[in-house]
């Protein structure tokens, strides 16, 4: 599992926390499904249900909603021992196995402390169904591969009325939700603003209450990219739970340009075919060149010749050199120190009405930003298109659009 890049995260939840909300709001923020199915064949649970994911709205707003169908008719009770174990036996990552652990065991506490009984003995269906083993396994998982460096979620409402469960009619909120908030210090809102119905459940309490840092308001939001995932219920407003990335905190210092150490590598040839040029600037890319670049000139005896320089760093001029010696005909290379002033980049794509296009962002000195796409990426989506590079990048630029970063801040 590649995680990606680290980025701090607020989870804002206006109508509560539910574990299948918490899923989608995940996979809306390009989660890849796969993640979320891995480790559930790996458990051995991949032929217990269905996992549905649709592009919805609720109460006007978009998002994504998922659905978790149970295939068994008569789903087994297993207790919460045996379900440790086979978490405890399954092959998933070490991080992976805690944060699963961790969450089953923070909802069996609660439900033994509820009821009265060994945490060993909670049943299956009091820790959750299948769906709720869905939503926990992919919400861990789907969080590894965020690899958020924190969490910080919105204080949830609790709700109001009463809640239909196994054991009957039960107040909101519910006994192990509010076991959980007393156990984590977890502070839930209440009153009579809010709809009458189970807002947040014990499977999404359980999940923030491990995986969050915090409960509690952010002093500032910059969001680089929100992921949307609705719940079921229709309420008296939209129901829906935003996972917003925030965008880097860059010091003034860490956008200034950057001098970086180059060597020039240049060779006069004129003894050499066409062919064999663009195979000697082809190998010279490829161990490392940071650009190659041709320019006609006239050398003795009125011979036509190409000036070609490089420019490498430092550290891979050696391996230039080889290339130089084995793959053209010069018999000297000029090499000279020399510098240039870079800016913070980094790599990534935009995501169009036209498709994914690979591009880099710039940082400025002011703190700005923008954005260049790659010639050889955009001339095959305009091809696709069938409009020019000019014409599409263009129309995309008119367009509001996420950059979705690969890496970090580099020059």
């Known amino acids: 599992m590649t995680p990606g890049i680290a980025a701090a995260y607020v989870i804002d939840c206006p109508t509560g926390l539910a574990g299948d909300m918490l899923l989608a709001a995940c996979l809306d923020l390009g989660v890849p499904p796969e993640l979320i199915h891995s480790p559930l064949r790996e458990l051995g649970f991949e032929n217990d249900f269905v996992l549905r994911v649709e592009e919805a709205r609720n109460g006007g707003l978009r998002g994504l909603r998922v659905d978790v169908e149970g295939l068994d008719p008569n789903p087994p009770h297993r207790c919460w021992g045996e379900l440790r174990q086979r978490i405890g036996n399954a092959v998933l990552t070490p991080s992976l196995q805690a944060r699963v652990l961790s969450v089953f065991t923070a909802l069996a506490d609660a439900e033994a402390a509820v009821h009265g009984i060994p945490a060993e003995q909670v049943h299956f269906h009091e820790v959750g169904a299948i ?54 210090g977890v502070e839930l809102r209440w009153g009579d603003d809010w709809p009458e119905a189970e807002l947040t459940t014990p499977t999404g309490l359980a999940l923030m209450a491990v995986l969050a840092d915090g409960f509690g308001w952010p002093e500032q939001l910059a969001p680089e990219a929100v992921g949307i995932g609705l719940g079921h219920r229709q309420l008296d407003r939209p129901n829906l739970l935003r996972l917003i990335r925030q965008q880097p905190q860059v010091s003034v210092a860490a956008s200034q340009p950057r001098w970086q150490d180059l060597i020039i590598q240049e060779a006069w040839i004129d003894d050499f075919s066409a062919e064999a040029m663009a195979w000697l600037i082809q190998q010279l890319r490829e161990a490392g060149a940071l650009d190659v670049a041709c320019s006609p000139l006239q050398m003795k005896k009125g011979r036509p010749g190409t000036a070609v320089t490089v420019l490498v760093l430092p550290e891979q001029a050696a391996d230039l050199r080889r290339i130089w010696w084995m793959e053209s005909p010069t018999l000297g290379l000029r090499e000279r120190r020399q510098g240039r002033w870079v800016l913070p980049r980094r790599q990534g794509s935009l995501t169009t009405p036209w498709g994914d296009l690979a591009a880099k962002q710039m940082l400025k000195p002011d703190g700005s930003q923008s954005i260049k796409p790659e010639r050889e ?35």
């Open 131 to 184: 769906d709720s083993l869905v939503d926990v396994v992919g919400v861990c998982a789907a969080m590894e591969h965020l690899n958020p460096l924190s969490i910080l979620c919105v204080p949830p409402p609790a709700g109001r009325g009463a809640v239909a469960t196994a054991h009957g009619l039960l107040p909101v909120p519910a006994p192990a939700v509010l076991e959980l908030a007393r156990r984590h």
């Open 377 to 411: 990426a955009l001339q095959q989506l305009a091809c696709r298109a069938g409009l020019s590079p000019e014409t599409l990048w263009q129309q995309i630029s008119q367009e509001r659009l996420q950059f979705n970063p690969e890496q970090e801040w580099t020059c």
